[in-house]
C-alpha cells in the first residue's frame, strides 16, 4: 500500500499545463467549413460501427421514459450491470460518464497524493490537482512513487497497452478500453474503485452511461458527491440490452484494430501494439495533412514526448478506410 498522503512531490516537468481532449468535432467543421457530417472522426476511440442498429427504433417505443425521473439507484441498469459482472448490486454505481466520478473521486476518497504512468489520459490529473491533491508523475520503467493512490488505466491511454494494478495497492483502475469478457472475470478488488465507460463500446456518448465498481461503503461514499439521479432514465433501461452485444462488439474492435494495424504498417508508419480500440502510431517521414481530408485525429500537444505521435480511432465503412488510406499517402 502507498502511504505518506502529505508529502510534495516534484513535478519534474512531466506535467501537462493544459488538458486537450479528443473530439472537438464542430469546431473542426466550422474549421474547415465543412458540415459536421463530412468529418471523419478518429480521434476519440469510439466503436467505429456507431450505435447499434436497433437504438433508433428503441428510443422511440420508450420515448415515455423522458418523462420518468431516474431511479436513485441506477434500476434497471445496476441491477443487470451487477449480474454481468458477477458482482453484488450495492456494489455498482451506476453514474453519467465515468468523467462524473473523476470529477470528485479526490475529494469524495479525501485522497492527497496520487501516483500516475504519463503520458495518459489528462483528466484524472486535472481533477486532482483542482482537489489539492499531489501528483507525482512517472514514466514507464521508473519505481512506483509512494503515494496514498495510484491511478491505472488499462488498457492505458493513448498507448493501448495492458496494465496490472499493483496488488495490496489503493487507488482507480480505469477500464473504460478494456475488452468487456475480461471485465466480467475481475470481481471485487480489495481498496481499488473500478472505473468504466459505457458510451465507448456502445458509441453512446450522447447517453452518458458509466459505472463504479467498489465496497459498498465506497459507493456510499461517492454516492454521497454526485446527484440523487444518477444518469437519465433512457440510459438506465437501454443498459440490460446493450450487455447482450459487448463481446460481439469487442470482437468487432479486434477485427478493425488488426486492419488498421496493417495500413498503417503498408504505409510505412512506426506503430506501438494496442489492445483498446486506437493505435498510436508515428510516420516514419513527413506528417500527412489530415484536414484536407477532413480527418480528425488525436494528436498530444500537451505531451512533448510524443511529439509526432498520432492516435487513431477505427474507421468504419469501405469509404471512411478509403479516405484514411487516401490521407496516408504523401
Known sequence: MYSNPVLQF????????????????????????CDVAEVLDLSTGLHPWGTPDWLGDWLKSHVDL????????????????AEYLDVLPEQILIVAG??????VVFQAMNWKSMGIQVPCYNEPIRCAQRAGCAVHAFEAGEQLPATEMLW???????????????E????????????FEQRKKMGLIEGVIRLGSLTKTFCIPGLRLGYVVADAQTIIRLQSWLSPWPAATLGLHVLPKLLLEAEERDAQIVSGR?????LLDNHGWDVKPSQASFILAKPYGDMPDFAAHQILVRT????PQLSGWVRFGLPHS???WQRLSDALCL
Open 10 to 33: 516534484p513535478l519534474r516537468n512531466l506535467l501537462p499545463q493544459d488538458f486537450p481532449h479528443g473530439g472537438g468535432i464542430e469546431a473542426a467543421a466550422k474549421s474547415w467549413g
Open 66 to 81: 423522458v418523462g420518468i425521473y431516474p431511479d436513485v439507484h441506477g434500476e434497471p441498469a445496476r441491477s443487470a450491470l
Open 98 to 103: 465515468a468523467q462524473t466520478v473523476i470529477e
Open 152 to 166: 491505472v488505466t488499462s488498457p492505458s491511454n493513448p498507448f493501448g497497452e495492458d496494465m496490472i494494478f499493483p
Open 168 to 179: 495490496k495497492s489503493i487507488g482507480v483502475l480505469d477500464e473504460s478500453y478494456m475488452p
Open 258 to 262: 488488426t486492419r488498421l494495424q496493417s
Open 300 to 303: 498530444f500537444p500537451e505531451w
Open 318 to 320: 469501405d469509404l471512411e
